[in-house]
């Protein structure tokens, strides 16, 4: 991030050189699973439980959009983006 404007493109591995008006944020991508207890209600208005897990993991390529555009934390990616999928 260079005054606040995140690059598009991840580094690749290995060592680089850093601008000192720059912050460098690492983000995991690795696989991560995010698990989501929910409660509905049957045709017969029964309560049903379920427990979802979804495994996940963020393309390397679209991480600045996800920092620039829904925040900077991969748990405000899950509430954004997982939460009203799953439901």
Excluded: C, M
Excluded at 17 to 28: L, Q, R
């Amino acid at each position: 991030i260079i005054f606040g404007d995140a690059k598009d493109e991840p580094l690749p591995e290995g060592l680089h050189w850093k601008n000192p008006f720059a912050s460098v944020h690492n983000v995991n991508v690795r696989q991560v699973v995010y698990d989501q207890k929910a409660a509905a209600a049957s045709a017969d208005l029964q309560t049903v439980h379920t427990q979802i897990a979804v495994n996940y993991r963020p393309d390397p390529a679209a991480v600045a959009h996800l920092y620039k555009n829904i925040g900077p934390s991969p748990s405000d990616w899950e509430n954004v983006l997982l939460r009203p999928a799953i439901q």
